[in-house]
């Protein structure tokens, strides 16, 4: 399963690099968030100029076509930093030390070397749609507004890469806390116990209470 975690920061280069990567990795996370909140907008169009002018939004399928591969994969480095994609963790939280950080590290390689072969894969799929010569660059395209399908083919290619590049930075982590034997590596998620979920759980919503007081008092006054 996916628990809470947090990611240490120093001023070694591993966690400027880390922080670097962080703020691609939010705006490609972003990117994915509005390209859900778009299909919701076209989705409202769609509907509206059905039952309102008998007339549905042209292209519709070929927009969610075009936007799936962002909202599924442009956002898979940003949840890899924060520890946030599923994983059963019976085993691994029982570890300490150097035993957990290999563990880690093995693990983290696994899923690198699969990311590499899905990069080679995926960019090979982009390159039988990409064609300079052809009309918008593309040898295919939807089937109602003709829209090309080679940029949808590249972001599958270009999100998995920027993983790769989370993922080695992760393992250059592990590698270092095993080599100097680190309780707590910069730059990845360190699993959170319940305990210290709940105490920043209960800091969060004190923190909101606290908001909330402030401004009733703030009207109070007025």
């Known amino acids: 399963m996916a628990g809470a975690s947090s990611v240490l920061e120093d001023g ?3 966690s400027r ?17 509005l390209a859900v909140f778009s299909l919701m907008l076209l989705a ?39 520890g946030g994609h599923i994983r059963m963790d019976i085993v691994v ?30 960019w090979a799929h982009f390159a039988r749609s990409f064609d300079f010569s052809q009309p918008m660059w593309s040898r295919d395209s939807s089937f109602d ?38 309780s707590e590596p910069v730059a990845v998620p360190l699993i959170e116990d319940a305990a210290t979920q709940a105490a920043a759980e209960a800091e969060t919503v004190s923190g909101f209470d606290d908001a909330d007081d402030t401004m009733t008092d703030r009207r109070g006054l007025r």
């Open 12 to 14: 070694s280069t591993l």
């Open 17 to 33: 690099l880390d922080r670097t990567l962080f703020r691609i990795e939010t705006v490609m996370a972003l990117v994915s968030g």
């Open 44 to 82: 409202v169009l769609s509907v509206g100029g059905r039952h309102a002018l008998n007339q549905p939004l042209p292209g519709y399928v070929d927009w969610i076509q075009q936007a799936m591969p962002v909202i599924a994969v442009f956002g898979v480095a940003y949840v890899q930093r924060l």
């Open 93 to 122: 939280g029982n570890l300490k030390g150097r035993a957990l950080w290999s563990v880690e590290f093995l693990s983290t390689l696994v899923v690198l070397i699969l990311a590499v072969l899905l990069v080679w894969g995926s």
């Open 145 to 182: 507004i003709r829209l090309p399908l080679w940029p949808a083919k590249l972001v599958v290619p270009v999100a998995l890469a920027v993983l790769c590049l989370r993922l080695t930075l992760q393992l250059w982590a592990y590698g270092r806390a095993i080599v100097l034997g680190l």
